[in-house]
């Protein structure tokens, strides 16, 4: 699959501005002007002389680094501005500040730029274009065992088993030797790579990504404890329940609640290898990497972002649009916005690198207060 710049423009908007070999950037193709076609020599990237910039076909993305004729690059961290020097990108998508600090080293830019203020969303985008997941092949097959309904454009693969009252929606896809459970809903446009478990009674909905070996579902930590010290197990008999737009990643396991439902909003993006405890709620359109635990009754709320190898204990509340740093040790609830980093105990962001601060200096401070005891205690004697 291939898109032409005019086609990825008129699709995303953006300003579209010309290579130049030999000539400061911008002096050909003045910034803003996105109804002119414009042409430029595009002799480093491969492309034809006079090739209107509008008709340059894009087949894949690459970085800075790796990209060749027919990729398209990005731009979205100053550090690796010097790597467009290199660049045998045919465009790269930039934001209208890193373009004009070309434009001020008057360097020539050897491939067209798409600006944008957000070129890391724009590259995500053109991602999905020119990589859309495979088509749904409807039919199941021969060595899956289905009890439940399946509609009949899903795709069901080798040794999946269905069970008992399930339901499957439409253009499901179902990889090879997953487990769906009695009972479970699994909406319309969702895809379960191979090896995927999903337990009795939990709800899917539309359009999500679950990754190979997720368990959703399995019994939450939950025990009662008998004066002698011997452990009594207390059924779970929530459910999982899963919104829609949701992506959880390889080996990730979700436990069923304990009497209510563990609850995973809409949106919610989770990493590989990742546990999430029974009763756990967490928010529309939160983030969380990988090797996070998140124990029992913990609430999170939208639009988080949680760093990897972070813990949240449990029964603990985090407000909307909370950052937890990684590896930072979550111990009592988070009621405010912002972003909070460290273990022992977690502090605000600014004040965690405050102190850090002054720690990475207490060798040097204490002899300084060596220094000055010494000092004193030489007036001392002296008086």
Known sequence: ?????????????????????????GEKVGVGDTAAVATATMGTTGQADGTAITDIRITHVAPLETADSGDLSFLSNPKYRAQMQRTRASAVIMSPAAFHSLAQLN????????????????????????????????????????????ADSAEIGAHVSIGCGAQIGADVAIGANCSIGENVVIADGSRLAPNVTVYAHCVIGKRCIIHAGV????????????????????????RVVIGDEVEIGANTTIDRGALDDTIIGDGVKL???????????????????GCVGVA???????????????????????????????????????????????????????????????????DAMADKIRALEQRLQAMEKKA
């Open 1 to 25: 699959m291939s898109l032409s710049l005019n086609e990825i423009v008129a699709r995303l908007g953006g300003e579209l501005v010309g290579a130049t070999v030999g000539a400061a950037v």
């Open 107 to 150: 360097s020539a830019m050897p491939f067209a730029a798409i600006l944008t203020d957000q070129p890391y969303l724009y590259y995500a985008r053109v991602a999905q274009w020119l990589s859309p997941l495979p088509d749904v092949i409807p039919g199941i097959h021969a060595s899956a065992v289905v009890v439940g309904q399946v």
């Open 215 to 238: 368990v959703i579902g399995s019994d939450g930590f939950g025990f009662a404890r008998e004066a002698t010290g011997a452990w009594v197990k207390i059924p779970q008999i929530g």
């Open 271 to 289: 990493d590989n290898q990742i546990q999430i405890g029974h009763n756990v709620k967490i928010g529309k359109d939160t983030a969380i990497a």
């Open 296 to 362: 029992g009754s913990a609430v999170i709320g939208a639009r988080c972002s949680i760093g990897g190898a972070a813990m949240i204990q449990g029964h603990l509340t985090l407000a909307d649009e909370v950052v937890v740093t990684t590896g930072t040790l979550v111990t009592k609830s988070i009621t405010k916005a912002g972003t909070y980093s460290g273990s022992s105990p977690f502090l605000t962001h600014g004040e965690w690198l405050r102190n850090f601060s002054h720690l990475r200096h207490l």
